[in-house]
């Protein structure tokens, strides 16, 4: 947003008050959906005595009776990134470290950060070599661990080849994708398992309530003894049901995924990635991958990512325009499916 302002007082913008742009100022115009042809209603409580915290979350919106200027689709867009940016540390989209923030540390697991160091070469030139270091060390010291700096060109380069290396190499992609479905029959086996407990205990249960009634029907069982039992089959069927119900819904997962599926998500990450500013490519690499791990030898281990429906919703299918310089948009032609799952290379 500091850019942005920058490049409108640039240009000889001025706000509705003649004023210069501010961060604040373009903040409030990317929120108001005044421009998406909607007003909003009910967007404070109690103001004049809460001030500050007199906002309502949930404020009343409808459509407007005014022409829209932004389609809907960019709005969403806009809206996506700033809600990611809400919850990530705006230090991992400054400057030109595109992993930082997505690089753990091998001895405790923190953040890596970018970090550099001046010396001279062998001239006696200035030189400057740029590093992904510890968070926690670079923080705190020492004492909590150590830098175990990861050379930034390597480790950036490292990433984009493996992505490249999956797509040049079939079977790779192949292994990727069993692995993923493996881990996925894994998780489902023992819930299936137990739903087959459950089903059983539920049938003994109600056979056991059946044989009562019957006995209770036949005058061979005391009523206060019989209320008592059957409260308490009851509870046990109701604990039961309970459980299935868990079950289940720890049980939903997606069906098997496709190598088609995976291969052509990577290849529109592998396409925008070529064709993205270094600033797309970073946003674009924090919002596909989840983490990358380094191992003891500090050489990168694992690259975490994961596409989900939204994300690939603006994305990773076709733009609401071809004016990327304007909309931040990445284009790609055609529409892509939705999916949501994580791979590990």
């Given at each position: 947003m500091k850019s942005i302002a920058n490049e409108l007082n640039h240009g000889g913008f001025r706000t509705r008050n003649n004023n210069p742009f501010s961060i604040c100022a373009v903040r409030d115009i990317l929120d108001n959906p005044f421009f998406v042809g909607k007003v909003r209603y009910n967007r404070y409580t109690n103001w004049s005595e809460r001030r500050r915290k007199g906002k309502n979350p949930n404020p009343l919106l409808v459509d407007g009776h005014h022409p829209p200027i932004i389609v809907?689709?960019?709005?969403?867009k806009v809206q996506f990134l700033r809600e990611r940016k809400a919850y990530t540390s705006t230090k991992r989209f400054h400057g030109n470290y595109e992993l930082t923030g997505l690089i753990r540390c091998p001895q405790c697991g923190a953040a890596m950060?970018?970090?550099?160091?001046?010396?001279?070469?062998?001239?006696?030139?200035?030189?400057?070599?740029?590093?992904?270091?510890?968070?926690?060390?670079?923080?705190?010291?020492?004492?909590?661990?150590?830098?175990?700096?990861?050379?930034?060109?390597?480790?950036?380069?490292?990433?984009?080849d493996r992505i490249k290396q999956a797509l040049a190499k079939p079977h790779i992609l192949q292994a990727i994708v069993k692995s993923v479905n493996d881990r996925k029959g894994n998780q489902v086996k023992p819930l299936q398992e137990g739903l087959s407990t459950i089903r059983s205990a539920l049938a003994d249960v109600q056979a056991k309530k059946l044989r009562y009634l019957d006995l209770y029907e036949n005058d061979?069982?005391?009523?206060?003894?019989?209320?008592?039992?059957?409260?308490?089959?009851?509870?046990?069927?109701?604990?039961?049901?309970?459980?299935?119900?868990?079950?289940?819904?720890?049980?939903?997962?997606?069906?098997?995924?496709?190598?088609?599926?995976?291969r052509s998500l990577i290849a529109?990450?592998?396409?925008?990635?070529?064709?993205?500013?270094?600033?797309?490519?970073?946003?674009?690499?924090?919002?596909?991958?989840?983490?990358?791990?380094?191992?003891?030898?500090?050489?990168?281990?694992?690259?975490e990512m994961t596409f989900d429906e939204t994300t690939e919703h603006h994305f990773l299918s076709q733009a609401p325009s071809a004016c990327t310089t304007a909309e931040g948009a990445f284009p790609f032609d055609g529409k892509t499916p939705k999916h949501s799952l994580t791979i590990t290379f």
């Open positions: 809907e689709e960019l709005w969403e950060t970018a970090s550099r160091t001046n010396s001279k070469d062998k001239h006696g030139q200035p030189l400057i070599l740029m590093y992904y270091s510890c968070g926690a060390f670079r923080s705190k010291g020492s004492a909590v661990c150590g830098a175990n700096s990861v050379r930034k060109k390597d480790a950036e380069r490292y990433v984009i061979q069982f005391d009523s206060s003894l019989f209320a008592g039992r059957l409260s308490k089959l009851e509870g046990e069927i109701n604990r039961l049901h309970a459980r299935w119900s868990e079950l289940e819904l720890d049980g939903n997962h997606s069906p098997p995924v496709s190598y088609e599926t995976v529109r990450l592998d396409h925008l990635l070529d064709a993205s500013s270094t600033d797309q490519r970073k946003t674009l690499l924090h919002l596909i991958i989840k983490k990358i791990t380094v191992d003891d030898h500090r050489q990168i281990d694992k690259i």
